[in-house]
Each structure stands twice: as C-alpha cells, then as structure tokens.
C-alpha cells in the first residue's frame, strides 16, 4: 500500500510539473519499535532485536524475489523485435545465463542475473535461500542502491523504446517497494530509558578506569567527560571483561542493532531513542554507548559520522518546557554538532504525549507539547539544522489520540515544515489499515494534512498569536492545578485508583506487551500511560482526556463575560484550541458516571470512595457545563454526528460487559483466580477497549 501511494503521489506530481524533479524520495516510510523498544520491558534481548530485524528483511527480500520472478516471465520479449539499450544488453550479457532458450531475450536474461545477485544477498543476510530465490553463483548486493541501479537500467531501456506501459506496471511498483523497504522492510527504532544508560555507562567507565563514580558527579562534569569519550577511539569494554547483567544485556541488543546496520543498511535501525530524557548528557551517553558498539565513529583524523540518528524524548511537562535549551546545549558540543551534521544537519526529537498527560494532565500536556514544539523550531532555526519532530502518540485521547488530519492541522507553525513522524498503536492499526480501501484513505490524509500544514497558515492567528498564548500559559497552569490536586496531592488517591478500576488486573493477567510500571513501585510516576488510560476507560470515567479542564476555563473566566467571549473566538478560529475541546467532548460523550459509580463501589473505604469520586463527578459536571459555554453547542456530539450514532447504536452492548467485569474483578480480589474468572476479565477488557475504540 505504502508503495502504491507514493507512486501516486508521484505522478499527480509529474503530471502537475513535470520538469520540477519534486518528491526526489518517497513521502511515506514505514517504521517500527517492535522487538526494539525495550523502555521498561525486560523481554527485548540482543536475540529478539536479531529475530526482528531479519524477519524483517526476509519479508522484504522475499517480496522482492516474487515480483523479480513474475517479471521474468512478462518481460520476454526477443530482441528480433525489440531494441535495447547498450546498458540492458551489457546487463544481460553479466548475467550468468547462458541458455540458448533465453539467447534473444535480453529483459528476461538481465532479470535472471538480477534475481541471482538478491538471491545471493539473501543468503548472505538471512543463511538460507527464501521462497522465489535463485542460487546460480552471482555476486551479491551489498545494498538496494545497487539493485536500484539495475531495475533502473531496465525501465530505461523500456522508455527509450516506446514501452512506458510496461514500465509503468509491475517493474515501477518493484522499484517502489525496493525503495522504501530496501533489504530490510521498515526502520526499527530501538529506545531505552536514561536512567539506563547512566547506569551501564557509569558501569563502563569505571572499568576503563575512567572514573570511579560517574553518577556522582554534577551536570558540567558529566558533559565534558562524556564530550571527551566521544572524540577519542579508546574503548571502554574488552571481548574478556565481565560486566552486571544489565550491562551485558544492554551492550548485546546494542550490537544487535550494529550489525543489523552493517548488514542490512542504515534504514535498518534508523533512531535510538532516549525516554525520559532530561539533559545534555543523557543524550551523550546514549552516543558514547553507539560508539562502543562501532556505530558512531569519532572521525580522528576524518569527520565523525554515525548512521543512527539519537534521539531524545522528552516526555513529562518540565522536561517538554526545557527540550528546545537541551537541544541548543547539545548542539553546542562539538563533537555532537558535527555527528548531526553528518547526518544531513537533521536533527529528530521526538515528543511524548501519554507521560505528559499523565504527569499534568490533558489540556497542560495538550498546551506544553505546543508550546515544547514552538521553541523547537526557534532552537532548530536558531542553530542552522532541519528538525523533525516524532509525535509518539498513542491511541487513546489521553494518550495524544484523536483524529490523525486534525491533529496535523492543528501543529504550531513551523512545526511540519514538510516532514514529521508519529505512531499509530494498538488497536487503532486494524481499525485504520486492516482493510486496504481504508488504509489507503487514511494514508492519503495524512499526506494531505502534512503538504496544507507545511504550506498554508492553518493556525490562523496572526498578530493575535501571542495574546491567545499568554490565554492558554494561563489556562494549563490552572488546569495543572486542578488536576495535581486530585491525581498528585489527594491522600489515598493511589489506594481510590487502584480499587475503583482494573489496573492491578492488567499487570497481574500480562495485559499487554510489557509490564504495566517501569519499577516495582505503585507510584503514579511509574505506571506506564497505557495501564492507566486503559484503567480510567475501562471503568468509564475517562478521567486522561478531561480532568482539570473544566476547573480551569471556570477559574480563568470568573463569571466575566468578555473572557468568555475571548476563549469563544479562539475555539472558532484556532484548529488547536479547537480540536483540544473537541477530542474532549468525544471523550466525554464516551463517559459513563453511572457505571463508574460500579467500579467506585470496589474502593472497601467508603469515605476514601465517596471524597475522590465527588471530586471526579464535580469535576465531570464543570467540563461538560463550560465546554457549551465556550463553544455553543448543546450537546458534546455537535461536532460529530456519526459519533452520537455510533454510540447510541454500540454503547447499550457495553453496559453489560462492564457490570460483567466489576463482578468478576469483585470475585477475583476475593480469591476465586480460576482460569474461567481471569478469561473473563481479559474478555472483557478486549470488547470494551475495541468498543471505545480511541478511548479505550
């Protein structure tokens, strides 16, 4: 499908302008973190991160092998009847087919030595010959570039001699495939959280001798030790040296990723990500460790190069609020300011939307991943280097979800600027590319709203962009109020979530791809973001996609009629603003109290429950009341129909599946943990979940 769009896109291009040379790469790429990302998750190991990566490839080569396999047989043509190109007939001739049969059929003869020679890079990527291979002795390719030269060759020759129709057909989607899925079918992003890396890299440099305590010592100090790492070629490990089971594990997916590299091609594993990254040297250690593992060159005496892009997330409001002064940091550092600029001076950042959420809540995390993005693209313009940002949003609402063209839309100027990523997760993957006439429509509009964002002023402020700023700076620090008094500064808070949802359930019945916290704490900080937006929607109070909004736009009117009009203007004419309040009422309009109230029974301390869940239900009554104040409607589906029919139509099926699960949950913390009670929990949460679609 990804092939097929670009190639569309392509030719409306050369069909609009044909001499311009636009879209000299393809639009969409696919990527993944999955067998990469080991944030949290003690099940990624060096092995996985190999599994993965050649699995990969060999889908990839399998793929291409088929289509070189169908052409040969198309492509028969004799050369009593066609010409050729010089270059098609020295292709033909090096092909190692000498059959008298194929003597007069110059295409079918350089499609041979093609397919041996990707055969031959099969083997050598993958140890075995794939479906459709062909082992007949030929030199491998050492990467698609070269594959692309030869498939180029032949639609040359096609062209020249007036055969653009079959040019145009099977071997131009060929060459499609080959370039965004090269050898290896998808980029796989690897991520780890900082504190990792600390620990490994202060493991290190111990043994080195470097220095005894790294983790003792202050910010300054780290940098310039890490800054000093990175522009010498002394390592710091040895093939005899023993090290903890951390950093073993650590160093052996990191090597994975190196080889993957080596073999497969820098698209292989295009980014390291650093979660929780909150300073200048958690972006150097994640380098001075791609270093020992022979990725990152230090360039003595050459230029430093490194074919991994490192990449830092920045996750919770404080660290949004200070990423674009660490981006600027780190580009000051020499060493890390020629390595970027090796890399084409590109520079990704990538933003995370669910730990924001739940560090601040929805409108402050919806505003500081704003606001983070605006002083990005000052840092990157500042610094003379092209910044893309990576949007690591998830499914649901809390998570940063939400209808993929809007939320494109509603980027702060600058911020497309043509090129962006972001994640699509879990259950939304089928709902949106399962079936191929959908996913073609959604991939179209994620083209579409990235070329009207990079070329059109859709946040339509203008000169009032500052004032409608200082209005929303003012609104998430109330709204941030609002919620860290219940989620942070509640006493018993943690004990209310934990009883009145199914949140103990998830990490206890291996709910999901890795374990519901990153330690083993119950603190809020620790809980992953998926286990909490799935606990919150799963009992129906939705609680990440609205809490604190309405006590925030009450404050912040105090019963004043032009404030009221000021946030009334700025929902009509600001797609942000806009799509925040709207992404909020589908939310909401998903909201069940009255169920709730089921779950809230669960919590045995009845002044704990009846304190928190007043609080939730009083909080509930402000948002809906304040959102048909700011925007007019008069019900929270005013902007989607099709959504009030969608669930007035669904939503009487779940009542039943959640009275279901609050009396299963009930048995199961009572102690009846047989299998049929914890296949029902799990029944439960997967028909809800799939119900509430990007809410649950």
Same mark, same amino acid.
């Given at each position: ?101 194929? *003597? ?76 965004? =899925?090269? =050898? ?30 790294? !983790? ?38 990191? !090597? ?79 060493? $890390? ?15 995370? $939307? ?122 998430? *620090? ?18 209310? =979530? ?53 006590? *925030? ?144």
């Amino acid at each position: 499908m990804i092939p097929k769009i670009n190639a569309e896109v392509r030719k409306a291009l050369r069909t609009r302008w044909p001499d311009a040379g636009l879209l000299p790469e393809p639009i969409l790429r696919p990527g993944s973190w999955i067998g990469g990302d080991r944030d949290g998750n003690p099940y990624v190991t060096g092995e996985i991160v190999q599994r993965a990566t050649s699995r990969a490839a060999a889908t990839a080569l399998e793929h291409h092998l088929e289509e070189l396999e169908h052409l040969e047989r198309e492509l028969s043509m004799s050369a009593r009847l066609v010409s050729v190109t010089p270059e098609l007939d020295l292709l033909a001739s090096t092909s190692g087919d000498d059959s008298a049969f194929r *003597a007069d059929e110059p295409y079918r003869r350089a499609i041979r030595g093609i397919r041996g020679r990707l055969s031959a890079t099969a083997l050598t990527v993958l140890g075995e010959l794939p479906a459709h291979g062909s082992d007949v002795g030929l030199e491998a390719y050492t990467d698609p570039a070269q594959l692309q030269r030869d498939l180029g060759i032949i639609d040359t020759s096609l062209r020249r001699f007036g055969d653009e129709t079959i040019a145009d057909d099977r071997l131009d989607r060929l060459r499609e495939a080959v370039e965004v =899925f090269g =050898f290896h079918l998808s980029g796989l992003d690897m991520r780890q959280n900082s504190e990792v890396h600390e620990s490994v890299v202060a493991e290190l440099l111990a043994w080195a001798g470097v220095h005894p305590d790294y !983790a003792s010592l202050p910010e300054a100090d780290r940098v310039e030790l890490l800054s000093a790492e990175l522009t010498t070629r002394r390592p710091l490990t040895s093939p005899d040296a023993e090290f903890s089971e951390l950093t073993t594990k650590e160093l052996a997916i990191m !090597a994975a990723g190196a080889k993957a590299v080596r073999v497969l091609g820098a698209g292989a594993v295009p980014n390291y990500i650093i979660s929780m990254c909150t300073s200048v040297s958690d972006m150097l250690e994640a380098a001075v460790l791609l270093k020992e593992v022979g990725v990152l060159d230090p360039g003595v005496g050459s230029e430093p190069s490194c074919p991994i892009g490192i990449v830092p997330l920045f996750e919770t409001i404080e660290d949004l609020q200070g990423g674009a002064d660490t981006l600027l940091a780190t580009l000051d550092i020499p060493i $890390y300011r020629a390595i970027v600029r090796s890399r084409g001076d590109s520079q990704e950042v990538m933003l995370g $939307y669910s730990d924001s959420n739940k560090d601040g809540g929805y409108l402050a995390a919806n505003w500081a991943l704003y606001r983070a993005e605006l002083d990005l693209v000052d840092a990157a313009r500042k610094s003379g280097i092209r910044l893309r940002l990576f949007h690591g949003r998830g499914g649901t609402v809390g998570r940063g979800g939400g209808p993929s063209y809007e939320a494109i839309l509603a980027q702060p100027p600058g911020a497309v600027a043509g090129s962006l990523r972001i994640t699509e997760q879990g259950e939304v993957i089928a709902a949106k590319y399962a079936e191929p006439r959908l996913a073609h429509r959604n991939l179209e509009t994620l083209i579409a709203a990235t070329i009207e964002s990079t070329l059109l002023d859709v946040e339509g402020l203008g000169s009032d962009a500052d004032a409608a700023y200082a209005v929303l700076d003012e609104l998430a *620090a109330l709204a941030r109020t609002a919620y860290s008094e219940l989620v942070h500064d509640t006493p018993g808070f943690v004990q209310y =979530f934990e009883a009145s949802t199914p949140v103990a359930e998830i990490g206890a019945l291996n709910i999901g791809s890795r374990p519901a916290s990153r330690k083993q704490t119950k603190a809020i900080s620790d809980l992953r973001a998926i286990p909490w937006v799935l606990s919150w929607s799963q009992s129906r109070v939705m609680l990440p996609g609205w809490y604190g909004t309405g006590a *925030a736009f009450e404050r912040w009117i105090d019963g004043d009629d032009a404030r009221l009009a000021t946030l009334t203007a700025l929902y009509e004419k600001w797609p942000f603003f806009r799509t925040v309040l709207s992404n909020m009422a589908m939310v909401m309009s998903k909201s069940d109290l009255g169920l709730a109230a089921r779950y809230a029974d669960l919590v045995p301390d009845a002044e704990l429950r009846d304190r928190v869940f007043g609080m939730i239900t009083d909080e509930h009554e402000r948002t809906i009341r304040m959102y048909k104040a700011i925007t007019g409607n008069e019900n929270l589906f005013a902007d989607n129909s099709g959504l009030e029919r969608s669930v007035h139509n669904r939503f009487p099926y779940l009542e039943p599946l959640n009275h279901l699960q609050v009396e299963l949950i009930r048995r199961y913390r009572s102690g009846d943990e047989s299998d049929q009670v914890r296949r029902g929990i799990q029944l439960t949460m997967n028909g809800l979940a799939t119900a509430l679609r990007n809410s649950g």
